[in-house]
């Protein structure tokens, strides 16, 4: 049996949150102690351990209550959800960045970025000798195997949407553009 101090310190959690998660109904105490005092069972811990993980995705309490109480098939659905948010969140991100060293136009802070853009990527394909032919093997290959991955990897690129759209309907089709 583990107090709620114990699992405070286990967890690097405030007294007040476990309170809460058990007021909310998330992370209830087992039993209590004569005293009248919150006990929790290795299962609650592993319940805490599963709680502390998906609050490092991001989840707000009320998707991890779901996850917790719902089929394996919901929780992947949550899931994928906090994914596709993320994915856009990224995406964000990059634009920003984008703009940023766009605005600032300084080549020290193009060398510290770790932004590249298309005209850097294909300079650097180019000179570790990849031809053009090559280049579009490397898409079609990249569209088969991952192509969400090809999506997210093209937009870190800068690359705007009409032409995200056209590399990657010729790469699903596997004919180079003409």
């Known amino acids: 049996m583990f107090t ?52 490092q995705t991001g989840l707000s309490l009320e998707e991890i209550t779901q996850i917790l109480d719902s089929d394996e098939s919901k929780s992947c659905s949550i899931l994928e959800q906090r994914l596709l948010q993320l994915n856009k969140e990224i995406n964000q991100l990059r634009q920003q960045q984008q703009v940023i060293v ?15 853009n298309k005209e850097q990527w294909v300079q650097l394909l180019k000179a570790t000798g990849l031809t053009d032919a090559d280049m579009t093997r490397w898409h079609i290959e990249f569209e088969k195997a991952m192509p969400e991955g090809h999506q997210d990897f093209l937009e870190c690129l800068g690359i705007d949407e009409e032409e995200i759209k056209a590399i990657r309907t010729w790469s699903k089709q596997g004919t180079p553009p003409s």
């Open 102 to 116: 766009q605005l600032i136009e300084q080549q020290s802070l193009h060398t510290k970025s770790r932004n590249i």
């Open 4 to 55: 709620i101090g114990q699992l405070c310190k286990q967890f690097n959690l405030s007294r007040s949150t476990l309170l809460y998660y058990d007021k909310i109904g998330l992370l209830k105490p087992s039993t209590r102690s004569e005293a009248n005092y919150r006990l929790y069972t290795e299962a609650d811990k592993k319940k805490m351990e599963l709680i502390n993980t998906y609050r």
